[in-house]
């Protein structure tokens, strides 16, 4: 630990503390470099500098020399005493020079250095604590004496006349540092569940993070494979259009038309220069020239005759047969093409669609199924079905033909805007009669309903905001255990995702009352 005599070698005379960059002026004081910049610039005016310890003159500004030696020993000087001079605390008897307080006594009211200290009474009145300023708030502000006890029934720190003869007389009261342990024993116990909370959270935000990542990993993955997939519909989109335009260009036939028309039109200029020269004799006065003009032109006086009219037919029937454009072989090229392009995308996508016919052999008597199996609508009329153990008989209910135990299937439904349906999927052990037999009252089926609700097990999850249009998709995966249903407005909302293990193969179930619903292709 430095003397004091070192640590006022290291202290700098303008801020009184220990150097930052200390330089030095030629006529050997050593500063701060930011406090000597400082001074300098305010005699700047004057046209005379000073140094300000010795206040020798310099007629220029005086240069600035580092000292590389002190600022290597401020550099090398040992941290706790710059600690010490962090506090500003000083010793109450130094007078002559500051001299960093190691402890303060609060009986004295004083702060002590090192030397002080070890000269200073050890009885049990004088209490020594760290360095510090702040006596009121060890004292009692009623009897100023010191705070030695604490009162658990009122939670204050008090002193021996407060326990004695104050207003804290008979009440349970505790040493300060038995009181201390005790809530420091409390604070250790909080501390441990706050420490283990935040290693849980800290947990918690790794496996957020290794989340996100995987799904940024996956959307990149997703991203790159739905471009490609889209810019092959792109590329077949336009060979299509290339193929659809040749057929028309093809049936075009210009070349025949285009001949037909040039003949015609030789004909026609004939026929011109035919009438010309007859309305030019018939304007004539003089009958020889008229009469020897007609047997010198004689053909010219058949143009409205027999022969004329063979040239005409003879042009007609050159007109190729259905040379107009044959528009149903463009839609069939235009349809298949495309049909093509939907049958390479549905193999492209992720999941499987699916259109889920329905079973008849389930449905319930007093619904109408299709003769295409794919919608299903309330009668009021009974069917008069044969009985079977798969055929509903409490609810207006019909199941798919097919069930789904493994993959990923997409299906989409129409409802209807009156009535009550519901549309989910099923077990295929789910009841056919009773009140568990309705789609969403057991722990065999999941389904959406028009009362705006997500169903299972006759737990409801209402859904906000509600339904806004007739088409709901329904999105399973099998191996993974999730069953997601979504609204097909625009843009598509997802409503709700189920998880669950699934244990049997699933069927798409659909109830109506005064309602009807179907699956859409």
Not at 287 to 303: A, K, M, N, W
Request: glycine share 6%; hydrophobic share 30%.
């Amino acid at each position: 630990m430095e003397s004091a005599d070192l640590r006022e070698e290291l202290t700098c005379p303008i801020c009184l503390s220990i150097y930052t960059d200390p330089v030095t002026l030629s006529c050997g004081h050593n500063f701060c470099l930011g406090c000597i910049e400082s001074v300098l610039g305010t005699q700047e005016g004057s046209g005379v500098y000073t140094c300000p310890e010795c206040r020798k003159r310099f007629s220029k500004k005086p240069k600035l020399q580092r000292n590389i030696t002190l600022c290597n020993i401020v550099r090398n000087l040992h941290p706790t005493q710059l600690k010490k001079r962090e506090t500003g605390i000083s010793c109450t008897y130094c007078i002559h020079s500051p001299v960093p307080a190691a402890k303060s006594c609060l009986h004295c009211e004083a702060s002590l250095c090192d030397a002080h200290l070890r000269v200073h009474s050890k009885s049990e009145e004088h209490v020594l604590t760290k360095p510090t300023t702040s006596w009121g708030n060890r004292k009692c502000f009623k009897h100023k004496k010191l705070l030695e006890y604490y009162c658990t029934e009122d939670a204050a720190c008090i002193c021996v006349y407060c326990f004695l003869v104050g207003e804290h007389r008979g009440h349970q009261v505790e040493l300060l540092n038995e009181a201390s342990e005790k809530k420091k024993k409390k604070m250790r116990n909080v501390l441990q569940k706050l420490t283990t909370k935040r290693e849980k959270t800290e947990k918690r935000v790794q496996s957020l993070q290794e989340h996100r990542r995987g799904v940024q990993e996956k959307a990149a993955g997703v991203t790159e494979r739905l471009t490609a997939l889209i810019r092959d519909i792109r590329k077949q989109l336009e060979d299509l259009e290339k193929r659809v335009l040749s057929d028309i260009t093809r049936q075009q036939v210009l070349l025949p038309i285009s001949d037909l028309i040039q003949q015609l039109q030789k004909e026609k200029d004939e026929l011109t220069r035919k009438i010309c020269h007859i309305e030019e004799l018939y304007n004539m006065t003089d009958p020889l020239t008229v009469l020897q003009e007609q047997e010198s032109h004689r053909d010219d006086f058949c143009g409205a005759g027999k022969g004329d009219n063979e040239v005409t037919q003879r042009g007609d029937k050159q007109v190729p047969a259905g040379v107009d454009l044959d528009e149903g072989l463009i839609s069939v090229t235009l349809y298949r093409g495309l049909a093509d392009i939907v049958t390479d995308v549905k193999k492209g996508l992720y999941v499987q669609v699916t259109e889920p016919l329905l079973d008849i052999n389930t449905a319930h008597n007093k619904v109408i199924v299709s003769g295409d199996l794919k919608t299903v609508s309330y009668t009021d009329i009974d069917q008069q079905r044969p009985k079977t153990p798969k055929r509903f008989t409490s609810y207006y209910e019909v199941l798919s033909t097919r069930s789904f135990s493994s993959g990923q299937h997409y299906w989409d439904v129409e409802t209807s805007n009156s009535g009550h349906w519901c549309i989910g999927v099923c077990y295929p052990s789910m009841m056919r009669t009773g009140r568990k037999s309705e789609i969403g009252d057991n722990d065999k089926s999941w389904c959406v309903d028009s009362g705006h609700f997500l169903l299972h097990n006759t737990i409801g999850t209402s859904l906000d905001p509600p339904l806004s249009c007739d088409r709901v998709g329904i999105l399973l995966d099998y191996e993974a255990g999730r069953l997601s249903f979504y609204e097909l407005c625009d843009p598509i909302r997802h409503l709700h995702t189920y998880t669950a293990t699934f244990t049997e193969p699933l069927h798409a179930a659909f109830y109506v009352d005064n309602a009807w619903v179907r699956v859409m292709s």
